[in-house]
């Protein structure tokens, strides 16, 4: 089995010792995203939301880095310190899974930094052609 690491050049990416995603055969694991800063303040975008979509596009090139798409997750993780804020992420992720919903868990949690709302990780599987 061959594994190909996939980076994204994240700042945690470096300061932790992990990459965006690793292809594992047939199998896609893409880490823990979070929304990245904002250019012009430095922060991430406020609520989870927005928090949500700007992961999503950061997971959605790491999977196509990997020769996938959301259509192939078969597992999903969300992980927000607020269980209240999930309800306002539902239609993104109705939006990015469609017709190709994976399974999903989401856990109350606290993340590494109290700015941000949500972290979605995804597990894929595309079998070689």
Avoid: N
């Avoid at 929304?35 to 406020?46: F, R």
């Avoid at 804020?85 to 993340?111: K, Q, R, V």
């Amino acid at each position: 089995m061959t594994i190909k690491r996939i980076h994204s050049g994240g700042a945690f990416e470096a300061k932790i010792g992990y990459c965006r995603a690793v292809v594992a055969g047939d199998w896609i694991h893409v880490s823990g995203t979070v929304a990245p800063p904002l250019e012009d303040t430095g922060e991430p975008p406020k609520g989870a939301a927005a928090q949500c979509a700007a992961a999503l596009k950061i997971i959605d090139k790491a999977l196509l880095d990997a020769g996938a798409s959301f259509a192939d997750v078969v597992r999903v993780t969300y992980m927000l310190p607020a269980a209240s804020e999930f309800e306002s992420c539902w239609p993104i992720l109705s939006a990015t899974f469609g017709s190709t919903p994976p399974a999903a868990t989401m856990i109350e949690c606290g993340l590494i930094d109290p700015k941000y709302r949500i972290e979605i990780e995804v597990t894929a599987y595309k079998p070689a052609a």
